[in-house]
């Protein structure tokens, strides 16, 4: 057994949540970070979506349902 696949798997865990959390970030962005009602109705669906389902869906089906589409590292 290779000792670095550990180390490969959760390196490629951590690059994968920056991912994810750049791109969830980015729908704030998105919506207007001046725009305070705009903020508040992202921030809404984050938490309907992302903190209120969380292990009850699968990731993905989670993140498609708050951004409408899937994870893209473009925000990184």
Known sequence: MNRMSGYAAGYYSYKWAEVLSADAFSAFEDAGLDNNKAVIETGRKFRETILALG????????FVQFRGREPTPDAL
């Open 55 to 62: 292990g009850g869906k699968a990731p993905l089906e989670v």
